[in-house]
């Protein structure tokens, strides 16, 4: 079972690097000084002082949340209003979602709360392969069905309201919740 914190803020004035750093620092205990910073070919941060520790961050509106494991991990956390227009999420998931994540929405009429918890899904799962969004493969897979190596869950963040958030872990993890200062 891998060991997985997600570490959240709200409001913070503090810059997502000085929190990352906090949240390292928790999560390992070592300095928070001692981790040094840089970013893989399609820009996914990682330690290369520390190879064995994984991070993903995702930040929306006053949210900053970080998953910090011993495995690889994508994060990723979306705001959504119930007044969004299914009519631009339909056209949004035209371009951007797979066939069978088309026929979930159109069941749903477009629910904002489903659309966003389906790009929270494939955002994570991309922060996790470290592709990222730019490389194009967002419509490539399907992220209502089970992907071949790797298990994604939705997270409830009780203490945010219309927001969906997914978390892609490389092995089966429980979530422990920490508020990084």
């Avoid at 810059?15 to 205990?29: E, K, P």
């Amino acid at each position: 079972m891998t060991k997985l914190i997600l570490y959240y803020n709200t409001g913070s004035s503090e810059s997502s690097h000085t929190l990352r750093l906090a949240a390292a620092a928790d999560f390992t205990g070592e300095p928070a000084e001692t981790f040094t910073e840089s970013t893989k070919i399609h820009g996914k941060p990682y330690f290369p002082s520390h190879p064995d520790v994984h991070f993903s961050v995702s930040h929306t509106g006053t949210l900053w949340v970080c998953a910090f494991a011993d495995k690889e991990v994508g994060l990723d956390v979306q705001e959504h209003r119930e007044t969004d227009d299914p009519a631009r999420l339909a056209r949004l998931a035209k371009r951007w979602f797979s066939d069978g994540e088309r026929r979930v929405l159109d069941e749903c009429g477009y629910q904002p709360a489903e659309f966003y918890r389906i790009w929270a899904r494939k955002e994570a799962y991309v922060k996790f392969t470290g592709d990222g969004i730019g490389a194009g493969k967002f419509p490539e897979f399907d992220v209502t069905k089970a992907i071949a190596g790797c298990v994604m869950r939705d997270i409830v963040l009780s203490y945010e309201k219309n927001h969906a958030a997914a978390i892609v872990c490389a092995e089966e993890f429980d979530v422990e919740l920490r508020r990084i200062p």
